[in-house]
């Protein structure tokens, strides 16, 4: 039901990708309670980005998920961003993060509708 979405102006390499993309599934899991199998996310890398008129690193992840706890944004946005800063060493005043809340019909899985 979840789905991470990152965009960014780096070029990553194959292995960072998977590794990061593993890292981005347990800390989603474990951010909104939902199991592994459930979480979908994507990385698009070498994006035409600028942010504040500047071509220097930046990323921009959208959160989408069915019942997205407001009250857990804080929480996340902490940890994406500690995670992206860790990892790719994008500042965290260059990342936004938008997070979505989904209607359950609104959402199709195997055929169907939540």
């Not at 292995?15 to 474990?30: M, N």
Request: charge should be neutral.
């Amino acid at each position: 039901m979840p789905y991470l979405n990152l965009k960014t102006n780096l070029k990553l390499d194959k292995s960072t990708k998977l590794e990061l993309l593993d890292e981005l599934t347990h800390l989603v899991s474990k951010g909104l309670d939902k199991p592994e199998k459930y979480i979908m996310c994507r990385v698009e890398d070498d994006q035409y980005m600028f942010f504040g008129n500047s071509i220097d690193a930046t990323m921009l992840i959208e959160l989408r998920s069915i019942r997205l706890p407001e009250k857990e944004t804080p929480k996340l946005s902490a940890s994406l961003s500690h995670l992206i800063k860790d990892n790719l060493n994008i500042p965290k005043d260059r990342i936004f993060i938008n997070f979505m809340n989904i209607e359950p019909h609104l959402w199709g899985y195997n055929g169907s509708t939540f």
